[in-house]
């Protein structure tokens, strides 16, 4: 049995209003002339320009010397700094209880029985958003009896949200109490369940004459099955649940309750067949095969559906003599949808477009002094209107605009097939080193994809034949953007659509090295020192591509980062690890080197980018971090342990284009330390 309790406290940027519309009122004292310093930074009635609830675009000036003083829409991009980053705490538990049973049935045949039942809770707290509801409340403001600026709707200690003026010295007007009134908390819950029971049975064949006539060690294999039940289950809160930063500005898209529950039968057989042992130039050669049939039933929003995979492997080893192994393996797995991916509803996100070559992200949008990319054309079967391309439609600063995602009931396993083959050497002339050189080809059939959004857009923008299925993808908002509004004038969702489907097939090739030494400090004089050993494993990739779907151009990411290649992909990384065992019984002290190679932005044109200075999107550099580490072990049941990953505190290289999905931070955090980090532990095993 074991149990694991966590709990992880993550920081980002302060939220913000984002650009989204809010709406004030004209007659709002804080817009009034006299009121704020005449200091740059403070609005009045006179410069505040809106558009008024019907529809028509005008200035608040012109409303009140008319003597109306209705509601007008503006595009609020505040940034909260007043109320500081925003914090979001994780708090996980998980349990697991193992059963088993093993022994011989006879003296060539064994057997193996278990049953498993495990389980994870988590809860998300998310703080320091802001509640687009009680933003919008903040900013209808009126004047009390005493001509003090107060809440229209003064209803749960409503403050309002002075953005339009600056303080005398320059600071921010905007107070504390307004900060707390329009602050939310999202929370999130959910819940992971499994039980499996299976068993195998064991034997050697060599009795029943199953043996090589070359070989001393006759034929092993086993049988065996398997059953499992995983059910996942997430609930969100009101406010979490409300899509396109209405509830939480800082969201993306909605948290989606979510239920579901996979189920699989598998029935598997392995063979270890020596085929010729202690002969010359051929000390062992042997075959190894397995296969596997796996019946799955999935069920979710009372949708169910199933299908069954098969998936084997085999492979050769061949010995020639105690240095040298050569080594070759072909196999086909599966990886079979998850509940999310099966059963997690329509959803808004955010999604990263690339960078054109006019330093915008929407081809359609435009700039002071920067035109569109693409035509007006073009442009319309985006769903752009004449009026908005002529007037001009904003880019997203950041790159990121609205994704519509969903899940698929229909879906079925994703398939890979691998092939390696490698060779290892153990020279004798040298004890304890060991060389293994692996060359790797995996393509994945399949999977789990959709159109990338930037397919979609670029292939509904380019025209021609079969153009009318990305341009059924995409719909602009109001205002004519992809990020501005969620709402489409036409009903639904503004966004581009990228919901799952089996559409997608990955490849990818490169060689896995992996070094291995190890010496005892006496045989070098040192008596008494303890032992080293020392580990390196590196990957050096030749291609990394994808089809998005069926008939696509092939995305080629090896070296490339973001855009339609998501997390980095290097040509080169490694990990030295250096571990010396000391004189000190149970005390280990480990040194490790890790090397990140250099990306570049994915759609980035190279050689116009060396005709300017270098930007900071422009290429991912690569890091090298040192971590030190040392465990002790007190006794054979207590341990502690102590370190510290990026010693020597090297920064994370850093771009706008990371996005929110696999990035955070302006940059990788799974690939890349942000800055030093300590850590420190206790075992206790019982």
């Excluded at 492979?315 to 998850?338: C, F, K, L, Q, T």
Aim: aromatic fraction near 10%.
């Amino acid at each position: 049995t074991s149990y694991m309790n966590n709990v992880t406290t993550a920081q980002i940027a302060e939220s913000a209003s984002f650009n989204r519309p809010f709406e004030t009122n004209c007659d709002n004292p804080l817009l009034q002339a006299g009121r704020g310093p005449s200091g740059a930074g403070s609005l009045t009635f006179a410069d505040f320009t809106g558009t008024r609830v019907d529809g028509v675009f005008t200035s608040c000036n012109d409303l009140l010397t008319a003597g109306e003083s209705p509601d007008v829409q503006f595009i609020n991009s505040h940034r909260n700094v007043e109320g500081g980053p925003r914090i979001s705490t994780y708090e996980n538990s998980s349990w697991r209880a193992v059963a088993g049973l093993r022994g011989d049935l006879t003296d060539e045949f064994s057997f193996d029985v278990y049953a498993q039942y495990s389980g994870t809770e988590g809860t998300r707290i998310s703080q320091r958003d802001l509640n687009f509801k009680r933003v919008q409340q903040a900013l209808f403001v009126v004047a009390d009896a005493n001509g003090n600026p107060v809440c229209r709707d003064a209803s749960g200690g409503c403050v309002p949200w002075n953005i339009f003026e600056r303080n005398a010295d320059g600071s921010t007007a905007v107070t504390s109490a307004a900060t707390d009134f329009i602050q939310g908390v999202g929370i999130v819950t959910g819940e992971t369940e499994q039980l499996a029971y299976g068993g195998t049975i064991e034997g050697d064949l060599t009795n029943y004459g199953l043996q090589s006539p070359w070989a001393d060690a006759g034929v092993t294999g086993l049988v065996g099955f398997e059953s499992r039940t995983d059910k996942l289950s997430r609930l969100a809160d009101d406010i979490s649940k409300i899509p396109g930063g209405r509830g939480l500005t800082g969201t993306g898209g909605a948290t989606l309750p979510i239920s579901g529950e996979i189920e699989v039968d598998e029935i598997f057989t392995e063979l270890s067949i020596p085929v010729i042992q202690g002969a010359a130039y051929a000390e062992e050669v042997g075959i190894s095969a397995g296969y596997r049939y796996s019946d799955y039933t999935t069920s979710g929003n009372n949708i169910s559906n199933s299908f069954d995979t098969d998936t084997w492997f085999a492979g050769v080893s061949w010995a020639i003599n105690d240095e040298i192994r050569v080594r070759y393996n072909e196999s086909v797995a599966i990886r079979a949808p998850n509940v999310f991916d099966l059963y997690v509803g329509i959803n808004t996100g955010l999604v990263d477009l690339s960078t054109g070559e006019n330093g915008l992200f929407d081809p359609c949008a435009s700039a002071a002094g920067v035109a569109p990319a693409a035509s007006a054309a073009a442009c319309a079967r985006t769903g752009a209107s004449a009026a908005q391309y002529s007037a001009g439609i904003e880019d997203n600063p950041a790159g990121q605009y609205n994704l519509i995602t969903g899940g698929n009931p229909n879906l079925i396993a994703e398939s890979g097939a691998t092939t390696t083959i490698g060779v290892v050497y153990t020279p004798n002339w040298l004890t304890g080193l060991s060389v293994a050189i692996d060359y790797f080809d995996i393509e994945v059939t399949d999977a789990i994809g959709s159109i990338p959004a930037q397919s979609s857009l670029d292939g509904c923008l380019a025209g021609g034949p079969g153009s009318e299925t990305f341009c059924g993808l995409i719909q602009r908002d109001t205002a004519g953007t992809l990020w501005l509004s969620n709402d489409a004038p036409g009903g639904g969702l503004a966004g581009i659509s990228q919901q799952n489907a089996n559409i997608t097939s990955l490849s990818t090739k490169g060689i896995d090295i992996n070094v291995g030494y190890a010496m005892d400090l006496s045989d070098i004089g040192l008596d008494d020192w303890g032992s080293i050993n020392v580990d390196y494993a590196a990957t050096v990739l030749d291609t990394s591509d994808s089809v998005p779907f069926s008939g696509a151009d092939v995305i080629s990411c090896r070296d490339y980062y973001a855009g339609q290649c998501g997390l980095p992909s290097p040509q080169y990384q490694h990990r030295l690890l250096g571990t010396w065992a000391t004189p000190v019984d149970g005390l280990r002290v480990a040194l490790t080197w890790r090397h990140v190679g250099e990306t570049t932005l994915y759609g980035l044109d190279t050689a116009a980018a060396g005709a300017r200075p270098e930007q900071m999107n422009d290429y991912m550099e690569s890091r090298d971090y040192l971590d030190i580490s040392a465990n002790y072990a007190l006794t054979d049941n207590i341990s502690i342990r102590a370190g510290m990953n990026n010693a020597t505190a090297e920064d994370a290289p850093l771009s706008t284009n990371v996005g929110t999905g696999t990035g955070n931070n302006n940059t990788y955090p799974g690939l890349f330390d942000v800055n030093r980090f300590f850590f420190a532990g206790a075992t206790y095993k019982f």
